[in-house]
């Protein structure tokens, strides 16, 4: 990589935040080189907003230092507002407003003047295939249009750096690929972005690396790679035609989980092309009727499973 | 008027352009305004109901009794009612203030806003300028509703000027309030109804039956609330009566509650956003 000497877009030091007796953030230690995708993962609760916020200069911090865009962004907010773009998780779009006319207050607000301004309009409205909605107020947008609009009204400023909070929750799979679209198109032109999100395949995605949060707690950070291959949870699942066959293949398989009623059997594994031809065979040989076979790469579930088993399972015991 | 974030601007992000930014959010909010005319429809008939319920209604009972002669009635009262529902109008359009102000900072757009390299206080000052708008426009129809039931103010045109900037000022001082009350608080619901005081106000002062016609609680109240200065400062100038130091009295609480308004919103607004 060749900005190994220009100055981290987002570096934070003992980043740390209550609200009244609850801490939220205790003690982040983050950087993310500018021009990477750096994304946040965490469960609902675990402090990927609050991070954001304090980010955008939304919120202040109790302890720690942050620096966005090579400014503090408690000494210099003003200076980090100029650099930045947000989109957060509830839309920011005016719905008594047009598409249009969203992106023209914005364009207004950055003082782009009034031809370029409209002609910024048009090519967000055109790159975000809204030119059709574009005359329309937001408030009748559907939400995968809304959150298009929310970019493309973040985007109008031409931010450095990019904070995007869960920007797919809640879309349809179309226009959660646009907005992936989107954002690698962004990438390519060297713009840092911090993503937060609850799907790891977002952050497979689109991501250079990975950072999980887990009550106020940085558990892990590292390429998508290497967060995969530290976490187990892959497994085959089969699904058999009788008990007889279940038990018949829960002998052979060895360790598994079995479920009596669905009739399937979970075979621990990555789904590697060797051990799915060896398991292929050794079912072949005794017989065994399979009539469903699918394999499943770690999710979400697994990656909190593993990180943070303990207190996962100290919170089901609790509610 | 800058807000004190301002001040901590950093030279090599570029100034600050509130007076360009609050003229972009005043066009948001007067958009806002035209686009969906009911709110305005809603606020300017209140006070045209009361006029025309206090004129044709009660008007020639009052008329007789605060006149103190039989012969007095219905066209006596609407001079001296008028000022009254001209301050009314004003009232009930920053009960709409309040409820765009409110439904706005529940809208993700207030956040962005928050995000973003602007002048902060544009945000408010958008809708103080729109307000002070359509609060003109709902005073030159109300007036004209007046004119049409009989109001026949003697008024020349240095009173008349007097009397628009007195209402500049009330509509100015009022809207802050309205505004910091907006924002303060948790829902558009309570918005709505947080105001209702103002609207009560003229009532226990002098605006619709003289303040010797009270019993002495009462009485104390209605002269020293600042409705009362304002309508007798109002009635005075359109109608050419004694106005006294009550002009400066109405002066004092404008100057006073602007203040307190927009400091308050200052306040409010600059607070930290959620959790």
């Known amino acids: ?319 | 008027m800058t807000s004190p974030v301002i001040g901590q601007s950093d030279v090599h992000f570029g100034r600050f352009y509130p007076l360009r930014d609050s003229a972009t959010m005043l066009r948001r909010n007067l958009r806002h305004m035209l686009r969906y005319p009911s709110m305005t429809l809603t606020l300017v008939g209140m006070p045209v109901v009361f006029l025309l319920l206090f004129v044709y209604v009660f008007g020639e009972a009052l008329g007789s009794g605060i006149a103190g002669a039989a012969s007095a009635g219905r066209a006596e009262y609407v001079a001296y009612v008028v000022p009254a529902i001209i301050v009314m109008t004003v009232t009930s359009t920053v009960q709409g203030t309040a409820i765009s102000v409110a439904t706005d900072m529940t809208e993700g757009i207030v956040a962005r806003f928050r995000t973003m390299h602007i002048a902060r206080v544009s945000v408010l000052t958008g809708h103080v300028l729109g307000s002070v708008i359509q609060a003109a426009v709902a005073l030159v129809i109300v007036i004209g509703v007046a004119l049409l039931v009989g109001f026949r103010p003697s008024a020349g045109p240095a009173a008349w000027l007097a009397a628009v900037g007195l209402l500049v000022g009330v509509t100015f001082a009022l809207v802050w309030l309205a505004v910091a009350a907006g924002q303060a608080c948790s829902s558009v619901e309570t918005a709505s109804n947080v105001l209702m005081p103002l609207v009560l106000l003229p009532f226990l002062g002098s605006g619709f039956v003289p303040t010797e016609s009270m019993p002495a609680g009462l009485r104390w109240f209605a002269e020293y609330q600042p409705f009362t200065p304002i309508i007798e400062t109002l009635r005075g100038l359109l109608t050419g009566g004694p106005i006294g130091n009550q002009a400066w009295f109405a002066l004092g609480w404008c100057v006073l509650c602007a203040l307190g308004g927009y400091l308050w919103s200052r306040r409010l607004f600059n607070r930290e956003y959620g959790r």
């Open chain 1, 1 to 319: 990589m060749t900005t190994t000497h220009s100055p981290p877009a987002i570096a934070m030091n003992g980043l740390r935040r209550s609200f009244a007796d609850h801490v939220v953030l205790d003690g982040l230690d983050l950087t993310v080189a500018p021009g990477t995708v750096f994304a946040l993962l965490g469960a609902n609760g675990a402090g990927k907003t609050t991070a954001v916020r304090i980010l955008t200069t939304l919120l202040g911090a109790d302890a720690g230092s942050v620096r966005v865009a090579g400014h503090d962004i408690a000494a210099e907010p003003d200076a980090v507002r100029a650099a930045i773009g947000v989109t957060g998780q509830f839309s920011a779009v005016d719905g008594l407003l047009t598409g249009a006319e969203n992106l023209r207050l914005m364009a207004d607000l950055h003082h782009l003047g009034r031809v370029t301004g409209r002609a910024r309009t048009v090519e967000l409205l055109d790159r975000f295939e809204l030119t059709e909605a574009a005359d329309k107020p937001a408030a009748t947008y559907s939400g995968g249009m809304r959150r298009k609009l929310d970019l493309a009204m973040t985007l109008m400023g031409e931010p450095r750096v990019l904070f995007l909070d869960e920007p797919t929750t809640g879309l349809d799979p179309r226009s959660r690929r646009d907005v992936w679209r989107i954002v690698r198109a962004l990438v390519a032109d060297g713009v840092t972005v911090f993503l937060t999100t609850q799907y790891l395949e977002e952050a497979d995605e689109l991501a250079d690396r990975v950072g999980v949060l887990d009550h106020g707690r940085l558990v892990a950070d590292g390429t998508p790679a290497e967060l995969k291959r530290r976490m187990p949870g892959g497994h085959i699942r089969l699904q058999l035609r009788d008990g007889d066959g279940l038990d018949a293949a829960a002998r052979v398989l060895g360790p598994s989980a079995r479920d009596d009623e669905a009739l399937t059997l979970q075979v621990p594994g990555d789904g590697g092309i060797g051990a799915l031809k060896d398991l292929l065979a050794r079912l072949d040989r005794h017989d065994i009727d399979v009539t469903r076979l699918s394999i499943h790469t770690p999710d979400l579930d697994d990656v909190f499973l593993a990180l943070t088993g303990n207190s996962a399972q100290e919170k089901a015991g609790v509610s």
